[in-house]
């Protein structure tokens, strides 16, 4: 139905976004892929969101992207068809490809992965799990990932090494600490409420209670000693991170 949009490739523009890697995110549900924009954003990269094949399609003849996060299942054309139409025509055959799959969708990840995909993610999935993936795909193929090092005070995040330290001491954080920590770090100043930080780093999907973000929080700023008092909180709205002033 929509084959005719492959043609003509080499009107395609490529263009040269001096190290934000261009994302699109291809995914009918309208808040997930909001949130999937805005995580990706804010790790430094550009990200636009497609609610199905047509609009991806036409995406594509605009720009063509670093990686392209697809969902399985979407309205019309689905994303297994937008994968074989990707890998076979040589303009797009090397842009890599994230699958995004429901639970219990064995067969549809396995024809996925023979057809090519990089890597596939099931759902639900945390933003920060998506970021982390999608910049080892960007680094396994080639393709130009930001490098990550951020630093706030005497506090230094290592994407590379996945390391933490204080003052140059390693610390050691959980999975979802690190995952909040990066987030405050590259959003310095940023108030994030409760259930932001539940969507973007325990999954859009998550169920659980905000007391957890506030668990959370609390073993981080104690792990990190006096330099966790730039995590602070915003009465009534959630938490930020206060840069120190220099």
């Not at 291809?26 to 995580?39: C, F, N, T």
């Not at 951020?150 to 954080?173: M, W």
Request: hydrophobic share 40%; glycine share 10%.
């Amino acid at each position: 139905m929509l084959f005719h949009t492959m043609k003509n490739y080499d009107t395609i523009k490529i263009t040269d976004r001096g190290g934000s890697a261009m994302i699109y995110c291809v995914e009918d549900d309208g808040s997930i892929r909001d949130l999937m924009v805005y995580a990706l954003q804010a790790a430094g990269f550009s990200a636009v969101g497609c609610a199905d094949g047509e609009e991806f399609w036409h995406a594509m003849r605009q720009e063509t992207p670093e990686l392209v996060m697809l969902d399985i299942m979407l309205p019309g054309e689905d994303g297994i068809s937008i994968l074989k139409k990707l890998r076979a025509v040589p303009a797009t055959a090397d842009i890599p490809v994230i699958m995004a799959t429901a639970k219990g969708t064995e067969y549809d990840r396995v024809i996925g992965l023979d057809l090519g995909a990089d890597d596939y993610l099931t759902k639900p999935f945390g933003m920060m799990e998506m970021v982390s993936r999608i910049r080892a795909v960007l680094r396994r193929t080639g393709h130009r990932a930001e490098p990550t090092v951020l630093r706030q005070g005497g506090i230094l995040l290592d994407e590379a090494r996945h390391a933490v330290e204080v003052d140059g001491s390693p610390v050691t954080l959980t999975l979802k600490e690190y995952d909040l920590l990066r987030l405050f770090m590259e959003n310095p100043g940023l108030v994030f409420t409760r259930d932001r930080l539940l969507s973007a780093v325990w999954g859009a999907d998550y169920y659980g209670e905000t007391r957890t973000v506030d668990v959370h929080i609390g073993t981080l700023r104690t792990k990190l000693g006096p330099a966790g008092d730039i995590l602070q909180t915003v009465r009534g709205v959630g938490y930020k991170l206060e840069a120190p002033h220099e």
